[in-house]
């Protein structure tokens, strides 16, 4: 049987890469990003294709899904942007930036992912599955990080509203929320604080849970973090 698709959207060589690990075995993969460097380390490792892409253009977005051989039956968006500094002093342009990639990309991705989709055959019951790669900031904003909190709050509501209409559809959509910090590459954990970041490819394995989520039971939202992490 021909293996099912995924696309990771995002790509760089912490959590997204994980992501391609996890999927690489039994999905075949079509890694986008906006610059290719890491990304094409990733899919040497995992065999993917690999397409440059800003996901805030829409033509191209489209283009990309239009061009998979067949519907993907797992599609993930994970990238975000922030702009950091005291509302007074923030730039409209600076935000209005990172508002589209978090939340604007987001809904270009889920509205082509879907359209492709809904085209499908269900198997198992199922026509696929959407993800977003959240943060705690789309559930509280925190100071001097406005753009943030806007772009995951509108991306958690997207997530949300597709849910309740695409799950009667056989479409499984869910948001993570990424409470706390990522041990990406380079990055160390406090000498006085171990074991206090979350894993990649311990994240990855919550996704690949909701992928094989039976939809009796699908989740819709879901938060990841570390023992250590204050609610």
Known sequence: MQKPHAVIIGV???LSAALARNLAADHVLTLAARSGDKMAAVAVETGAETVLLDATDEDVVANLFA?????????????????????????ADDVRRAVEVTAIGAFLTAKHAAKRMLAAEPIDGT?????????SAGVKGFPQSAPFAMGKFAQRGLAESMARELHPQDIHVAWINIDGAILNPGRTEPADNPSSMLRPEAIARTYRHLIEQDRSAWTHEVAVRPWVERF
């Open 127 to 135: 026509r696929g599955t959407i993800l977003f790669t959240g943060a």
């Open 67 to 91: 061009a998979l051989p067949a519907p993907p039956r797992v599609v993930i968006y994970n990238p975000s942007a922030r702009v950091r500094g005291p509302i007074a002093e923030l730039s």
């Open 12 to 14: 760089g060589d912490g």
